[in-house]
């Protein structure tokens, strides 16, 4: 069964109650109450999170989502309380430490797609829909929608794939008001980030949010619109019926299953360290989706 190459202790630290080690994050709770988020450098592959690291890995996916945060400020909050490193933490935690609201968090995916592509183009080449969602005839692998499409799926187990449902399904998991609400957020939080991404001459063809509650207000949690959580091409090579160039981490995965990795993905035997090519290749394509959308330099 996939999962941990090699699971971390997670840092002990006076104050902090470690609630779950994730893929990528740490969580932890204060004693406020509030949750510590703390993003690693680790990465995943083929439902493996794998031995190798991606130096400056977490504080690119925390320094992108607090600015993508910024830009989405008056469409839905956000849980992010504040950036401060608790005392006692390694000097480690900074950058890439959020301090948060404890949210009642909705246990979906919620998965807005303006391209065609991954999962949903598998099941469009078998039944023309994505989620249920019919469309059109003669699509290909990158294939702009007609218009962005909500696509569910329910949230996975670490080594699990998240699985896609139907809209319908959701709205029975969690009420048609409450489906409603996550519909239109998530659309309207992907059109926003759609058009400033294209304005730097990023095509995001997909992306997938996180939401909970706070009292009665919906708000959005975890990262947003980073290498790790959505599809960011390059829209100078954007070309419809190919593969298309990526900033996300693309070189491990194409290492991975290459013959000089000596892996076999059909196993259960775990992925090797990764080359220190292919990790600062992977490192440089996160600074440089992370350059190109805020327009500023990594440190």
């Not at 083929?46 to 607090?66: A, C, Y």
């Not at 991954?118 to 290909?140: D, K």
């Not at 294939?143 to 959701?170: Q, R």
Request: charged share 25%; with cysteine; proline share 7%.
């Amino acid at each position: 069964m996939p999962g941990f190459v090699v699971k971390p202790e997670p840092t002990e630290v006076p104050g902090l109650v470690h609630l779950h080690t994730g893929k990528v994050r740490e969580l932890y709770q204060n004693e406020a109450g509030d949750l510590v988020m703390v993003a690693s450098d680790r990465t995943s592959a083929f439902d493996w999170v794998i031995l190798s690291e991606i130096p400056d890995k977490g504080r690119i996916l925390t320094q992108l989502s607090l600015w993508w945060f910024d830009q989405l400020a008056d469409l839905v909050p956000n849980h992010v309380i504040s950036t401060d490193v608790p005392e006692g933490a390694p000097a480690d935690w900074a950058g890439r430490t959020l301090v948060c609201k404890s949210l009642t968090m909705l246990p979906v995916e919620c998965v807005a797609r303006g391209y065609l592509t991954g999962s949903g183009l598998l099941e469009y080449n078998a039944s023309r829909t994505v989620c249920g969602l019919a469309l059109p005839e003669g699509l290909v692998d990158g294939s702009e929608l007609p218009a962005p499409i909500f696509t569910p799926a329910t949230k996975a187990a670490v080594g699990d794939h998240d699985e896609n449902v139907s809209y319908e399904e959701v709205a029975r998991q969690v009420g048609a008001d409450t489906a409603a609400q996550l519909r239109q957020a998530t659309l309207a939080v992907y059109g926003r980030a759609r058009d400033i991404a294209r304005e730097r001459g990023i095509i995001l063809a997909d992306t997938k949010f996180e939401f909970g509650f706070d009292g009665d207000t919906l708000v959005i949690a975890d990262e947003v619109l980073t290498p790790d959580s959505s599809r960011f091409w390059p829209a100078a090579t954007w070309q419809p019926g190919r593969a298309q160039e990526s900033y996300d981490k693309q070189f491990v995965r194409d290492w991975l299953t290459s013959p000089e990795s000596g892996w076999d993905r059909t196993s259960e035997q775990p992925p090797p360290a990764l080359p220190d090519e292919i990790v600062e290749a992977t490192r440089a394509k996160y600074i440089e989706a992370y350059e190109k959308l805020t327009g500023q330099s990594w440190q």
